[in-house]
Protein backbone atom coordinates (compact mmCIF):
# COMPACT_ATOMS: atom_id res chain seq x y z
CA UNK A 1 0.00 0.00 0.00
CA UNK A 2 1.75 2.95 -1.15
CA UNK A 3 1.72 6.09 1.43
CA UNK A 4 1.34 9.86 0.70
CA UNK A 5 3.34 11.80 2.95
CA UNK A 6 2.55 15.40 1.93
CA UNK A 7 -0.52 15.91 1.92
CA UNK A 8 -3.02 18.85 3.66
CA UNK A 9 -3.35 16.54 6.81
CA UNK A 10 -6.09 19.30 8.15
CA UNK A 11 -7.94 19.31 5.37
CA UNK A 12 -8.64 15.72 5.14
CA UNK A 13 -9.35 16.02 8.80
CA UNK A 14 -12.20 18.66 7.98
CA UNK A 15 -13.36 16.65 4.81
CA UNK A 16 -14.28 13.52 7.76
CA UNK A 17 -15.55 16.00 10.14
CA UNK A 18 -18.14 17.48 8.05
CA UNK A 19 -20.28 20.07 9.56
CA UNK A 20 -18.36 19.23 12.71
CA UNK A 21 -15.71 21.27 11.42
CA UNK A 22 -16.91 24.52 13.20
CA UNK A 23 -16.72 22.58 16.67
CA UNK A 24 -12.54 22.28 15.68
CA UNK A 25 -12.77 25.61 15.04
CA UNK A 26 -14.97 26.71 18.07
CA UNK A 27 -12.72 24.59 20.44
CA UNK A 28 -9.52 26.07 18.83
CA UNK A 29 -10.61 29.69 20.09
CA UNK A 30 -11.85 28.61 23.57
CA UNK A 31 -8.89 26.97 24.71
CA UNK A 32 -6.81 30.15 23.02
CA UNK A 33 -8.91 32.41 25.65
CA UNK A 34 -8.45 29.71 28.54
CA UNK A 35 -4.88 29.87 27.58
CA UNK A 36 -4.61 33.93 27.96
CA UNK A 37 -7.42 34.25 31.33
CA UNK A 38 -4.48 31.57 32.88
CA UNK A 39 -1.40 34.06 32.30
CA UNK A 40 -3.74 36.81 34.70
CA UNK A 41 -3.40 35.35 37.67
CA UNK A 42 0.80 36.03 37.25
CA UNK A 43 -0.30 39.38 36.61
CA UNK A 44 -2.33 39.41 39.73
CA UNK A 45 0.85 38.12 41.86
CA UNK A 46 3.02 40.26 40.66
CA UNK A 47 1.14 42.78 42.06
CA UNK A 48 0.76 41.37 45.38
CA UNK A 49 4.08 40.82 45.75
CA UNK A 50 4.50 44.42 44.85
CA UNK A 51 1.79 45.63 47.28
CA UNK A 52 3.18 43.63 50.20
CA UNK A 53 7.09 44.65 49.19
CA UNK A 54 6.08 48.49 49.47
CA UNK A 55 3.62 48.80 52.19
CA UNK A 56 0.92 49.60 50.14
CA UNK A 57 -2.74 49.10 50.55
CA UNK A 58 -2.62 45.65 51.38
CA UNK A 59 -6.79 45.24 51.44
CA UNK A 60 -5.68 45.39 47.27
CA UNK A 61 -3.72 42.09 48.76
CA UNK A 62 -7.50 40.13 48.77
CA UNK A 63 -8.63 41.82 45.65
CA UNK A 64 -6.09 40.35 43.11
CA UNK A 65 -5.82 37.02 45.13
CA UNK A 66 -9.08 36.37 44.32
CA UNK A 67 -8.92 38.00 40.87
CA UNK A 68 -6.32 35.29 40.65
CA UNK A 69 -7.84 32.68 42.34
CA UNK A 70 -11.59 32.94 40.00
CA UNK A 71 -9.34 33.30 36.97
CA UNK A 72 -7.59 30.21 37.54
CA UNK A 73 -10.67 28.72 37.75
CA UNK A 74 -12.48 30.33 34.94
CA UNK A 75 -9.64 29.37 32.86
CA UNK A 76 -10.16 25.61 33.63
CA UNK A 77 -14.10 25.87 33.00
CA UNK A 78 -12.79 27.36 29.98
CA UNK A 79 -10.34 24.83 29.04
CA UNK A 80 -12.81 22.03 29.52
CA UNK A 81 -15.60 23.13 27.51
CA UNK A 82 -12.76 23.62 24.55
CA UNK A 83 -12.46 19.94 25.05
CA UNK A 84 -15.64 19.27 25.20
CA UNK A 85 -16.22 20.45 21.62
CA UNK A 86 -13.04 18.50 20.30
CA UNK A 87 -14.04 15.37 22.00
CA UNK A 88 -17.28 15.78 20.10
CA UNK A 89 -15.65 16.70 16.61
CA UNK A 90 -13.18 13.46 17.21
CA UNK A 91 -15.51 11.19 17.90
CA UNK A 92 -17.66 12.18 14.93
CA UNK A 93 -14.13 12.33 12.79
CA UNK A 94 -13.25 8.85 14.06
CA UNK A 95 -16.45 7.28 13.39
CA UNK A 96 -16.83 8.87 10.06
CA UNK A 97 -13.34 7.50 9.29
CA UNK A 98 -14.21 4.05 10.65
CA UNK A 99 -18.11 4.01 8.28
CA UNK A 100 -15.86 4.94 4.97
CA UNK A 101 -13.17 2.45 5.56
CA UNK A 102 -15.81 -0.13 5.95
CA UNK A 103 -17.31 1.07 3.00
CA UNK A 104 -14.70 1.37 0.70
CA UNK A 105 -12.72 -2.16 2.68
CA UNK A 106 -16.23 -4.18 0.92
CA UNK A 107 -15.83 -3.00 -2.39
CA UNK A 108 -12.06 -3.53 -2.43
CA UNK A 109 -10.52 -6.55 -4.35
CA UNK A 110 -9.98 -9.73 -2.44
CA UNK A 111 -6.67 -10.31 -3.18
CA UNK A 112 -5.97 -6.84 -0.74
CA UNK A 113 -6.73 -9.15 1.96
CA UNK A 114 -4.14 -11.48 2.04
CA UNK A 115 -2.50 -12.67 4.97
CA UNK A 116 -0.34 -9.89 5.34
CA UNK A 117 -3.03 -7.13 4.31
CA UNK A 118 -5.71 -8.13 6.46
CA UNK A 119 -3.23 -7.53 9.88
CA UNK A 120 -2.19 -3.86 8.30
CA UNK A 121 -6.29 -3.11 7.60
CA UNK A 122 -7.25 -4.40 11.11
CA UNK A 123 -4.58 -1.78 12.19
CA UNK A 124 -5.54 0.85 10.25
CA UNK A 125 -9.88 0.45 11.06
CA UNK A 126 -8.98 0.35 15.16
CA UNK A 127 -5.41 2.31 15.84
CA UNK A 128 -4.83 5.03 13.06
CA UNK A 129 -8.24 6.08 13.69
CA UNK A 130 -8.12 5.82 17.23
CA UNK A 131 -4.56 8.15 16.45
CA UNK A 132 -6.63 10.72 14.60
CA UNK A 133 -9.25 10.83 17.72
CA UNK A 134 -6.86 11.68 19.92
CA UNK A 135 -5.51 14.31 18.31
CA UNK A 136 -8.58 16.16 17.39
CA UNK A 137 -9.50 15.68 21.12
CA UNK A 138 -6.60 16.46 22.79
CA UNK A 139 -3.85 17.84 20.57
CA UNK A 140 -5.53 20.31 18.83
CA UNK A 141 -6.83 22.66 21.91
CA UNK A 142 -3.36 21.82 23.28
CA UNK A 143 -2.05 23.27 20.15
CA UNK A 144 -3.94 26.24 20.28
CA UNK A 145 -2.77 26.55 24.19
CA UNK A 146 0.51 26.77 22.96
CA UNK A 147 0.57 29.17 20.14
CA UNK A 148 -0.87 31.55 22.25
CA UNK A 149 0.60 31.28 25.62
CA UNK A 150 4.52 32.35 23.89
CA UNK A 151 2.93 35.58 22.72
CA UNK A 152 1.29 35.92 26.41
CA UNK A 153 4.64 35.14 27.72
CA UNK A 154 6.63 37.68 26.05
CA UNK A 155 4.25 40.41 26.97
CA UNK A 156 4.64 39.21 30.92
CA UNK A 157 8.42 38.93 30.44
CA UNK A 158 9.25 41.98 28.64
CA UNK A 159 6.69 44.27 30.03
CA UNK A 160 8.40 44.21 33.76
CA UNK A 161 12.12 44.15 32.93
CA UNK A 162 12.74 44.05 29.36
CA UNK A 163 16.35 43.03 30.10
CA UNK A 164 15.96 40.51 32.54
CA UNK A 165 13.12 39.07 29.78
CA UNK A 166 15.73 39.44 27.11
CA UNK A 167 18.14 37.06 29.09
CA UNK A 168 15.31 34.27 29.81
CA UNK A 169 15.15 34.36 26.41
CA UNK A 170 18.32 32.99 25.17
CA UNK A 171 17.62 29.69 26.77
CA UNK A 172 14.39 29.46 25.42
CA UNK A 173 15.47 30.31 21.82
CA UNK A 174 18.40 27.76 22.25
CA UNK A 175 16.00 24.99 23.51
CA UNK A 176 13.35 26.01 20.63
CA UNK A 177 15.95 25.39 17.95
CA UNK A 178 16.93 22.31 19.62
CA UNK A 179 13.28 21.14 19.03
CA UNK A 180 13.09 22.19 15.20
CA UNK A 181 15.57 19.92 14.96
CA UNK A 182 13.94 16.87 16.01
CA UNK A 183 10.92 17.68 13.96
CA UNK A 184 12.35 17.75 10.30
CA UNK A 185 11.47 15.41 7.58
CA UNK A 186 13.88 12.35 8.45
CA UNK A 187 11.63 12.21 12.19
CA UNK A 188 8.54 12.32 9.88
CA UNK A 189 10.31 9.41 7.80
CA UNK A 190 11.56 7.55 11.52
CA UNK A 191 7.98 8.14 13.00
CA UNK A 192 6.55 5.45 9.46
CA UNK A 193 9.41 3.03 10.76
CA UNK A 194 8.40 3.85 14.04
CA UNK A 195 5.17 2.59 12.85
CA UNK A 196 6.01 0.09 10.62
CA UNK A 197 8.03 -2.08 13.17
CA UNK A 198 4.96 -1.87 15.95
CA UNK A 199 3.19 -3.69 13.09
CA UNK A 200 5.71 -6.71 12.33
CA UNK A 201 5.65 -6.86 16.09
CA UNK A 202 1.98 -6.97 16.43
CA UNK A 203 1.24 -9.50 14.12
CA UNK A 204 3.90 -11.63 14.65
CA UNK A 205 2.74 -11.87 18.51
CA UNK A 206 -0.84 -12.96 17.09
CA UNK A 207 0.84 -15.72 14.89
CA UNK A 208 2.80 -16.55 17.81
CA UNK A 209 -0.18 -16.89 20.04
CA UNK A 210 -2.45 -18.68 17.07
CA UNK A 211 -0.11 -20.92 16.36
CA UNK A 212 0.82 -21.89 20.78
CA UNK A 213 -1.37 -25.02 20.52
CA UNK A 214 0.25 -26.60 17.24
CA UNK A 215 3.20 -25.71 18.48
CA UNK A 216 2.86 -27.43 21.43
CA UNK A 217 1.53 -30.33 19.64
CA UNK A 218 5.01 -30.80 17.46
CA UNK A 219 7.13 -29.31 20.11
CA UNK A 220 9.06 -26.54 18.01
CA UNK A 221 8.97 -24.36 20.43
CA UNK A 222 12.25 -22.53 19.67
CA UNK A 223 11.68 -22.23 16.14
CA UNK A 224 8.58 -20.93 16.18
CA UNK A 225 9.05 -18.29 18.79
CA UNK A 226 12.31 -17.21 16.89
CA UNK A 227 10.25 -15.18 14.50
CA UNK A 228 8.61 -13.25 17.19
CA UNK A 229 11.85 -12.78 18.52
CA UNK A 230 13.42 -11.45 15.95
CA UNK A 231 10.27 -9.20 15.70
CA UNK A 232 10.92 -7.93 19.22
CA UNK A 233 14.80 -7.73 18.12
CA UNK A 234 14.31 -5.72 15.33
CA UNK A 235 11.80 -3.70 17.32
CA UNK A 236 14.53 -3.21 20.22
CA UNK A 237 16.94 -2.09 17.64
CA UNK A 238 15.06 -0.06 15.74
CA UNK A 239 14.43 1.89 19.26
CA UNK A 240 17.65 2.12 20.29
CA UNK A 241 18.68 3.79 16.80
CA UNK A 242 16.26 6.72 17.32
CA UNK A 243 16.85 7.32 20.59
CA UNK A 244 20.59 7.62 20.37
CA UNK A 245 19.65 10.18 17.37
CA UNK A 246 17.75 11.96 19.35
CA UNK A 247 20.16 11.92 22.05
CA UNK A 248 22.07 15.49 21.85
CA UNK A 249 19.39 17.71 20.59
CA UNK A 250 17.13 16.15 23.02
CA UNK A 251 19.45 16.46 25.78
CA UNK A 252 20.15 20.46 24.85
CA UNK A 253 16.48 20.93 24.36
CA UNK A 254 15.85 19.59 28.38
CA UNK A 255 19.28 21.53 29.43
CA UNK A 256 18.19 25.18 27.74
CA UNK A 257 14.71 25.03 28.86
CA UNK A 258 15.69 24.30 32.61
CA UNK A 259 18.43 26.63 32.29
CA UNK A 260 16.28 29.39 32.85
CA UNK A 261 16.50 29.25 36.27
CA UNK A 262 20.33 29.58 35.73
CA UNK A 263 19.84 32.61 33.46
CA UNK A 264 17.85 34.42 36.28
CA UNK A 265 20.24 34.61 38.99
CA UNK A 266 23.36 35.26 36.46
CA UNK A 267 20.69 38.10 35.92
CA UNK A 268 20.07 39.07 39.72
CA UNK A 269 23.91 38.75 39.85
CA UNK A 270 24.56 41.28 36.88
CA UNK A 271 22.12 43.72 37.69
CA UNK A 272 22.33 43.87 41.10
CA UNK A 273 25.82 45.09 41.08
CA UNK A 274 26.58 46.27 44.70
CA UNK A 275 23.33 47.14 45.32
CA UNK A 276 20.12 44.75 45.95
CA UNK A 277 17.35 46.95 45.87
CA UNK A 278 13.61 46.04 46.98
CA UNK A 279 12.60 46.39 43.07
CA UNK A 280 15.25 44.22 41.98
CA UNK A 281 14.10 41.46 44.13
CA UNK A 282 10.58 41.39 43.69
CA UNK A 283 11.37 41.47 39.29
CA UNK A 284 13.64 38.24 40.23
CA UNK A 285 11.00 36.67 42.15
CA UNK A 286 8.45 37.83 39.66
CA UNK A 287 10.62 36.15 36.94
CA UNK A 288 11.02 33.06 38.76
CA UNK A 289 7.72 32.47 38.79
CA UNK A 290 6.49 33.38 35.47
CA UNK A 291 9.34 31.54 33.65
CA UNK A 292 8.35 27.51 34.29
CA UNK A 293 5.79 29.04 31.97
CA UNK A 294 7.89 28.58 29.41
CA UNK A 295 9.28 25.39 29.90
CA UNK A 296 6.18 23.86 29.82
CA UNK A 297 5.09 26.14 26.96
CA UNK A 298 8.14 24.95 24.97
CA UNK A 299 7.10 20.93 26.05
CA UNK A 300 3.77 21.39 24.80
CA UNK A 301 4.81 22.90 21.39
CA UNK A 302 7.61 19.86 21.22
CA UNK A 303 5.00 17.00 22.38
CA UNK A 304 2.47 18.53 19.93
CA UNK A 305 4.95 18.94 17.35
CA UNK A 306 5.62 14.83 17.96
CA UNK A 307 1.57 14.25 17.98
CA UNK A 308 1.09 16.01 14.54
CA UNK A 309 3.80 13.22 13.26
CA UNK A 310 1.91 10.79 14.30
CA UNK A 311 -1.26 12.10 13.07
CA UNK A 312 0.16 12.60 9.75
CA UNK A 313 1.50 8.77 9.91
CA UNK A 314 -1.97 7.64 10.43
CA UNK A 315 -4.33 9.78 7.72
CA UNK A 316 -1.75 8.34 5.16
CA UNK A 317 -2.25 4.91 6.27
CA UNK A 318 -6.04 5.04 6.03
CA UNK A 319 -5.74 7.25 2.81
CA UNK A 320 -3.97 4.15 1.60
CA UNK A 321 -6.65 2.26 2.12
CA UNK A 322 -8.99 4.81 0.31
CA UNK A 323 -6.68 4.86 -2.65
CA UNK A 324 -7.02 1.53 -3.71
CA UNK A 325 -8.77 1.11 -6.58
CA UNK A 326 -11.79 -0.72 -5.80
CA UNK A 327 -13.44 -3.56 -7.65
CA UNK A 328 -15.79 -2.62 -10.27
CA UNK A 329 -19.43 -3.91 -10.27
CA UNK A 330 -21.36 -4.38 -13.07
CA UNK A 331 -25.09 -4.34 -11.65
CA UNK A 332 -26.61 -4.46 -14.67
CA UNK A 333 -24.38 -6.88 -16.55
CA UNK A 334 -24.81 -10.43 -17.96
CA UNK A 335 -25.06 -13.88 -16.14
CA UNK A 336 -22.82 -16.73 -17.77
CA UNK A 337 -24.70 -18.72 -20.42
CA UNK A 338 -22.90 -21.95 -18.68
CA UNK A 339 -20.36 -23.39 -16.77
CA UNK A 340 -17.21 -22.75 -18.61
CA UNK A 341 -14.41 -21.15 -18.08
CA UNK A 342 -11.79 -19.55 -20.54
CA UNK A 343 -8.35 -16.71 -20.25
CA UNK A 344 -7.54 -15.46 -23.20
CA UNK A 345 -3.84 -14.30 -23.46
CA UNK A 346 -4.03 -13.24 -19.60
CA UNK A 347 -1.26 -11.27 -17.85
CA UNK A 348 -1.24 -10.11 -14.79
CA UNK A 349 1.65 -7.89 -12.45
CA UNK A 350 1.10 -7.67 -8.70
CA UNK A 351 1.76 -3.94 -7.65
CA UNK A 352 4.79 -2.92 -7.06
CA UNK A 353 5.96 -6.22 -8.76
CA UNK A 354 8.97 -6.09 -11.33
CA UNK A 355 7.91 -9.00 -13.48
CA UNK A 356 4.62 -10.40 -14.54
CA UNK A 357 3.33 -13.27 -12.41
CA UNK A 358 1.94 -14.69 -14.76
CA UNK A 359 2.26 -13.94 -18.19
CA UNK A 360 0.13 -14.62 -21.99
CA UNK A 361 -1.94 -17.80 -20.17
CA UNK A 362 -4.48 -18.93 -22.55
CA UNK A 363 -6.91 -21.98 -21.42
CA UNK A 364 -10.07 -23.28 -22.48
CA UNK A 365 -11.80 -25.78 -19.66
CA UNK A 366 -15.15 -26.51 -21.31
CA UNK A 367 -18.60 -27.34 -18.38
CA UNK A 368 -18.19 -30.25 -16.18
CA UNK A 369 -14.64 -30.69 -16.97
CA UNK A 370 -11.67 -31.40 -14.63
CA UNK A 371 -8.66 -29.72 -14.36
CA UNK A 372 -5.47 -29.52 -13.00
CA UNK A 373 -2.13 -26.78 -12.35
CA UNK A 374 0.48 -28.37 -11.82
CA UNK A 375 4.22 -26.37 -12.06
CA UNK A 376 6.33 -25.70 -9.51
CA UNK A 377 6.46 -23.32 -6.77
CA UNK A 378 5.85 -19.37 -7.72
CA UNK A 379 5.12 -20.51 -11.50
CA UNK A 380 1.76 -18.66 -10.82
CA UNK A 381 -1.08 -21.21 -10.23
CA UNK A 382 -2.68 -19.41 -7.22
CA UNK A 383 -2.07 -16.06 -8.86
CA UNK A 384 -4.44 -17.17 -11.98
CA UNK A 385 -6.89 -19.19 -9.91
CA UNK A 386 -7.52 -15.84 -7.98
CA UNK A 387 -8.19 -13.71 -11.11
CA UNK A 388 -10.51 -16.18 -12.33
CA UNK A 389 -12.85 -15.03 -8.95
CA UNK A 390 -11.70 -11.33 -9.38
CA UNK A 391 -9.27 -11.43 -6.25
CA UNK A 392 -7.53 -9.12 -8.84
CA UNK A 393 -8.37 -7.76 -12.36
CA UNK A 394 -6.27 -9.00 -15.16
CA UNK A 395 -3.45 -6.49 -16.58
CA UNK A 396 -4.67 -7.29 -20.02
CA UNK A 397 -5.91 -10.32 -21.52
CA UNK A 398 -9.54 -11.41 -20.33
CA UNK A 399 -11.16 -14.26 -18.61
CA UNK A 400 -14.32 -15.43 -19.65
CA UNK A 401 -17.10 -17.38 -17.72
CA UNK A 402 -19.89 -18.96 -19.15
CA UNK A 403 -18.55 -16.89 -22.48
CA UNK A 404 -19.21 -13.76 -20.76
CA UNK A 405 -15.82 -11.30 -19.18
CA UNK A 406 -15.64 -11.69 -15.62
CA UNK A 407 -15.78 -8.15 -14.83
CA UNK A 408 -19.31 -7.82 -16.73
CA UNK A 409 -20.97 -10.09 -14.54
CA UNK A 410 -22.64 -8.85 -11.42
CA UNK A 411 -20.09 -9.66 -8.54
CA UNK A 412 -22.80 -11.61 -6.87
CA UNK A 413 -24.24 -13.73 -9.77
CA UNK A 414 -19.90 -14.40 -9.82
CA UNK A 415 -19.83 -15.45 -6.23
CA UNK A 416 -23.10 -17.63 -7.02
CA UNK A 417 -21.36 -19.25 -9.98
CA UNK A 418 -18.40 -20.15 -8.69
CA UNK A 419 -16.53 -21.81 -5.21
CA UNK A 420 -13.36 -21.93 -4.39
CA UNK A 421 -11.49 -23.29 -1.40
CA UNK A 422 -8.21 -22.14 -1.04
CA UNK A 423 -5.47 -23.86 1.62
CA UNK A 424 -6.08 -20.54 4.24
CA UNK A 425 -9.48 -20.56 3.54
CA UNK A 426 -10.50 -19.08 7.66
CA UNK A 427 -12.84 -19.89 9.66
CA UNK A 428 -14.34 -17.59 12.00
CA UNK A 429 -14.76 -17.38 15.64
CA UNK A 430 -19.06 -18.31 15.58
CA UNK A 431 -20.08 -22.43 15.86
CA UNK A 432 -19.37 -24.59 13.31
CA UNK A 433 -22.65 -24.47 11.96
CA UNK A 434 -22.32 -21.07 10.97
CA UNK A 435 -19.32 -21.47 9.81
CA UNK A 436 -20.88 -23.49 7.06
CA UNK A 437 -23.76 -21.46 6.91
CA UNK A 438 -22.16 -18.62 6.07
CA UNK A 439 -22.64 -20.36 2.26
CA UNK A 440 -25.92 -20.28 2.58
CA UNK A 441 -27.37 -18.25 4.90
CA UNK A 442 -31.13 -19.71 4.84
CA UNK A 443 -30.13 -23.07 4.89
CA UNK A 444 -31.65 -25.54 7.41
CA UNK A 445 -29.83 -27.64 10.22
CA UNK A 446 -30.31 -31.02 8.47
CA UNK A 447 -28.72 -29.16 5.37
CA UNK A 448 -25.74 -28.28 7.21
CA UNK A 449 -25.25 -31.45 8.89
CA UNK A 450 -25.02 -33.29 5.42
CA UNK A 451 -22.96 -30.76 3.97
CA UNK A 452 -20.30 -31.38 6.73
CA UNK A 453 -21.02 -36.07 6.34
CA UNK A 454 -20.29 -35.60 2.54
CA UNK A 455 -17.30 -33.34 3.46
CA UNK A 456 -16.28 -36.07 5.75
CA UNK A 457 -16.44 -33.90 8.90
CA UNK A 458 -18.26 -35.99 11.23
CA UNK A 459 -15.74 -37.61 12.75
CA UNK A 460 -14.54 -33.78 13.53
CA UNK A 461 -18.02 -32.74 14.61
CA UNK A 462 -18.10 -35.64 17.07
CA UNK A 463 -15.31 -34.97 19.31
CA UNK A 464 -16.54 -31.77 19.50
CA UNK A 465 -18.43 -31.04 22.97
CA UNK A 466 -21.50 -29.31 21.66
CA UNK A 467 -21.17 -30.85 17.98
CA UNK A 468 -21.93 -28.41 15.38
CA UNK A 469 -22.62 -25.92 17.48
CA UNK A 470 -19.38 -25.30 19.12
CA UNK A 471 -17.45 -22.24 19.12
CA UNK A 472 -13.96 -22.62 16.93
CA UNK A 473 -11.43 -20.71 18.95
CA UNK A 474 -13.15 -20.82 22.51
CA UNK A 475 -12.70 -22.97 25.02
CA UNK A 476 -8.99 -24.11 23.80
CA UNK A 477 -11.25 -25.98 20.46
CA UNK A 478 -8.73 -25.68 17.89
CA UNK A 479 -8.97 -27.54 14.54
CA UNK A 480 -5.75 -28.80 12.45
CA UNK A 481 -5.04 -27.27 9.46
CA UNK A 482 -6.88 -30.26 7.65
CA UNK A 483 -9.72 -30.18 10.21
CA UNK A 484 -10.26 -26.38 9.09
CA UNK A 485 -10.10 -27.19 5.12
CA UNK A 486 -12.49 -30.03 5.66
CA UNK A 487 -15.13 -27.71 7.54
CA UNK A 488 -14.49 -24.98 4.81
CA UNK A 489 -15.23 -27.56 2.20
CA UNK A 490 -18.50 -28.36 3.71
CA UNK A 491 -19.03 -24.87 3.19
CA UNK A 492 -18.76 -25.29 -0.57
CA UNK A 493 -20.64 -28.20 -0.54
CA UNK A 494 -23.59 -26.15 0.66
CA UNK A 495 -23.01 -23.42 -1.82
CA UNK A 496 -23.55 -26.10 -4.64
CA UNK A 497 -21.59 -23.55 -7.05
CA UNK A 498 -21.25 -25.09 -10.71
CA UNK A 499 -17.84 -24.37 -10.98
CA UNK A 500 -15.45 -24.95 -8.03
CA UNK A 501 -11.47 -23.68 -8.06
CA UNK A 502 -9.65 -26.03 -5.16
CA UNK A 503 -6.23 -25.59 -3.50
CA UNK A 504 -4.86 -28.80 -2.62
CA UNK A 505 -2.80 -28.40 0.84
CA UNK A 506 0.61 -28.91 0.41
CA UNK A 507 1.52 -30.80 3.60
CA UNK A 508 -0.49 -32.39 6.20
CA UNK A 509 0.25 -33.44 9.60
CA UNK A 510 -1.51 -36.82 9.56
CA UNK A 511 -2.05 -39.30 6.61
CA UNK A 512 -5.63 -39.82 7.64
CA UNK A 513 -6.63 -36.24 7.32
CA UNK A 514 -5.06 -36.39 4.05
CA UNK A 515 -7.50 -39.13 3.08
CA UNK A 516 -10.10 -37.42 4.18
CA UNK A 517 -9.47 -34.32 2.36
CA UNK A 518 -8.94 -35.46 -0.79
CA UNK A 519 -12.29 -37.87 0.03
CA UNK A 520 -14.42 -34.12 0.12
CA UNK A 521 -12.93 -33.12 -2.90
CA UNK A 522 -13.76 -36.09 -5.06
CA UNK A 523 -17.30 -35.43 -3.41
CA UNK A 524 -17.97 -31.52 -4.10
CA UNK A 525 -16.56 -31.78 -7.43
CA UNK A 526 -18.87 -34.62 -8.68
CA UNK A 527 -21.00 -33.31 -11.78
CA UNK A 528 -19.05 -29.48 -11.67
CA UNK A 529 -16.33 -27.57 -13.54
CA UNK A 530 -13.00 -28.20 -11.01
CA UNK A 531 -10.16 -25.76 -11.50
CA UNK A 532 -7.76 -27.74 -9.12
CA UNK A 533 -4.33 -26.53 -7.98
CA UNK A 534 -2.56 -29.40 -7.88
CA UNK A 535 0.90 -29.79 -5.40
CA UNK A 536 0.81 -33.57 -5.42
CA UNK A 537 1.18 -35.41 -8.91
CA UNK A 538 -0.79 -38.49 -7.54
CA UNK A 539 -4.03 -36.83 -7.36
CA UNK A 540 -3.81 -35.23 -10.72
CA UNK A 541 -3.88 -37.96 -13.00
CA UNK A 542 -7.86 -38.62 -13.20
CA UNK A 543 -8.10 -34.90 -14.95
CA UNK A 544 -9.39 -34.59 -18.16
CA UNK A 545 -6.34 -32.02 -18.60
CA UNK A 546 -3.55 -31.14 -17.13
CA UNK A 547 -1.79 -27.44 -17.53
CA UNK A 548 1.59 -27.08 -16.76
CA UNK A 549 3.07 -23.48 -15.30
CA UNK A 550 6.16 -22.67 -15.53
CA UNK A 551 7.62 -18.89 -15.03
CA UNK A 552 4.14 -17.54 -15.03
CA UNK A 553 3.32 -19.37 -18.41
CA UNK A 554 1.28 -22.13 -19.30
CA UNK A 555 4.22 -24.62 -20.95
CA UNK A 556 2.10 -27.47 -21.50
CA UNK A 557 -0.98 -28.96 -21.69
CA UNK A 558 -3.03 -32.63 -22.02
CA UNK A 559 -3.56 -35.69 -19.67
CA UNK A 560 -1.67 -37.79 -17.88
CA UNK A 561 -0.65 -39.71 -20.51
CA UNK A 562 -0.09 -37.42 -23.66
CA UNK A 563 2.25 -35.46 -21.27
CA UNK A 564 4.39 -38.13 -20.37
CA UNK A 565 5.05 -39.08 -23.93
CA UNK A 566 5.80 -35.12 -24.78
CA UNK A 567 8.72 -35.92 -22.64
CA UNK A 568 8.76 -32.12 -21.21
CA UNK A 569 8.53 -30.36 -18.26
CA UNK A 570 5.70 -32.84 -16.78
CA UNK A 571 7.48 -35.75 -17.62
CA UNK A 572 10.66 -34.46 -15.25
CA UNK A 573 8.18 -33.48 -12.48
CA UNK A 574 6.68 -36.68 -12.67
CA UNK A 575 9.81 -38.40 -12.58
CA UNK A 576 11.18 -36.80 -9.73
CA UNK A 577 8.07 -37.23 -7.76
CA UNK A 578 7.84 -40.98 -8.30
CA UNK A 579 11.49 -41.47 -6.74
CA UNK A 580 10.58 -38.74 -4.06
CA UNK A 581 7.77 -41.48 -3.32
CA UNK A 582 10.13 -44.02 -3.69
CA UNK A 583 12.41 -42.14 -1.20
CA UNK A 584 9.27 -42.09 1.31
CA UNK A 585 8.40 -45.78 1.56
CA UNK A 586 11.75 -46.59 1.18
CA UNK A 587 13.06 -44.49 3.98
P1 LIG B 1 2.24 -20.70 -7.27
O1 LIG B 1 0.81 -20.78 -6.82
O2 LIG B 1 2.51 -21.47 -8.51
O3 LIG B 1 3.19 -21.09 -6.18
P2 LIG B 1 1.87 -17.84 -7.25
O4 LIG B 1 0.73 -17.56 -8.16
O5 LIG B 1 1.61 -17.86 -5.80
O6 LIG B 1 2.57 -19.20 -7.68
O7 LIG B 1 3.02 -16.78 -7.53
C1 LIG B 1 3.43 -16.40 -8.82
C2 LIG B 1 4.43 -15.25 -8.70
O8 LIG B 1 3.77 -14.10 -8.17
C3 LIG B 1 5.58 -15.56 -7.76
O9 LIG B 1 6.74 -15.01 -8.32
C4 LIG B 1 5.21 -14.83 -6.49
O10 LIG B 1 6.37 -14.41 -5.83
C5 LIG B 1 4.42 -13.64 -7.02
N1 LIG B 1 3.38 -13.24 -6.04
C6 LIG B 1 2.42 -14.01 -5.50
N2 LIG B 1 1.62 -13.31 -4.68
C7 LIG B 1 2.09 -12.03 -4.69
C8 LIG B 1 1.70 -10.79 -4.07
N3 LIG B 1 0.63 -10.72 -3.25
N4 LIG B 1 2.43 -9.70 -4.33
C9 LIG B 1 3.49 -9.74 -5.17
N5 LIG B 1 3.91 -10.85 -5.80
C10 LIG B 1 3.23 -12.00 -5.58
Redesign the pocket.
Known amino acids: MGKKQNFDHMKLIRQYAGGHTKLITLGRIIAAISAIIVLVPYYDLWKIISIAANNEDTARISHYAWSAVILTVLSLLVYIGALFCTHIAAFRVQANMRSSLMRRIITLPL?VF?E?GTGKIRRIVNDSTAATETFIAHQIPDKAVAAVTPIGLLVLIFAFNWKIGLLCMIPAVIGFACMMTMMGKGMQEKMKEYQNALDVMSSEATEYVRGIPVVKTFGQTVHSFKRFKDAIDGFGKWTTDYTLILRWPMTAFMTCINAIFAFIVIAAFVFSKDTVTTGLILNIMYYIIVTPLITVALTKVAYSGEAEMTLIDALSRVESIMEIEPLSDNKEGKAPADHSVELKDVTYR????T?D??SGVSLKIAPGEHVA?V????????????LMVRFFDVTSGEILIGGVNVKDIPSAELMKKVSFVFQDSRLIKKSILENVRMAKPDASEAEVLDALKKAQCMDIIEKLPNGIHTVIGEKGTYLSGGEQQRITIARAVLKDAPILILDEATAFADPDNEVKVQAAFEELSKGKTLIM?AHRLSTVMKADRIYV?DD?KCVESGTHGQLMEKNGLYKRMFDEYSRSIEWKVGA
Open positions: GDDYKDARAVLGPSGSGKTTIAEICG
